[in-house]
């Protein structure tokens, strides 16, 4: 009879890996240290049970292995730091795999230690709605003569917002005399609402104009000036 005897010659695998041959996970910005960010396994096809028992551990290359930490024993990769999408919107680190006793292989390098292997994992930080949206300017400025057809669009304004995913919707809370504007809440684009008149209406509209993030407003000046045009008779002095 012969008995065939394992030895450790199998290089720890990872398993679950995308098509680039890496882990992708994500976090949210803000949240305290210890939150999960991905959980790696690794396989090892020896049988004996030191052999194939899995350790791991983060390779300390690079600026960002320290802000993260791994479970040795279940893999699970948790955070160390708090992370601000706004500063830095991804990080790679890279994860060993290593049995449990010296190598079998041959020329196996250093001699004496276990088989291991590596792979990147890349991390990306997700947005949380932390940034209130703003505007570039104080007052808009924009003329419309007063003939101009309801629906015109007079005027686009649209504000900025540092968080990656919020939905900006637009509105005048202020200043519409008569409800001569109306605004495209989605796109911010103001248009003529109403019947404009230089002569008997107002000849400047100063909009109090708002935006508004789902969590937090700003607000801005749109002021509309309304020219004259050529629309009535001449008339004698009685």
């Avoid at 020329?107 to 276990?114: D, F, L, S, Y």
């Avoid at 419309?144 to 917002?161: F, H, K, M, Q, R």
């Avoid at 104009?209 to 937090?216: A, G, R």
Wanted: hydrophobic share 30%; aromatic share 8%; net charge negative.
């Amino acid at each position: 009879i012969i008995e065939l005897i394992d030895v450790n010659d199998e290089i720890p695998e990872f398993v679950g890996l995308d098509e680039n041959g890496r882990y992708r996970g994500s976090v949210a910005e803000n949240l305290s240290p210890g939150a999960n960010v991905i959980a790696v396994t690794a396989t090892d096809r020896d049988e004996d049970e030191d052999f194939h028992s899995i350790t791991y551990r983060l390779k300390e290359t690079g600026n960002d292995y320290d802000k993260f930490a791994i479970n040795p024993i279940t893999g699970d990769i948790t955070t160390t730091a708090y992370f601000d999408r706004e500063r830095k919107s991804e990080y790679y680190i890279t994860v060993v795999a290593e049995d449990g006793a010296k190598s079998a292989r041959p020329n196996h390098m250093p001699p004496g230690t276990p088989n291991k292997e590596e792979t990147e994992v890349q991390i990306r930080i997700t947005d949380k709605n932390d940034n209130a949206p703003y505007f570039k300017d104080r007052v808009y400025t924009a003329s419309v003569p007063e003939n101009t057809d309801i629906g015109t669009t007079v005027i686009t304004v649209t504000a900025e917002d540092k968080d990656e995913e919020n939905r900006l919707s637009y509105s005048i809370t202020g200043g519409n005399v008569g409800n001569a504007f109306e605004v495209s809440s989605d796109v911010g684009a103001i248009k003529v609402r109403g019947f404009l008149d230089y002569e008997d209406g107002p000849r400047e509209y100063r909009l109090t104009y708002t935006v508004f993030d789902e969590k937090e407003t700003n607000q801005t000046t749109v002021v509309v000036q309304v020219m004259d045009v050529n629309d009535n008779p001449p008339k004698f002095d009685s």
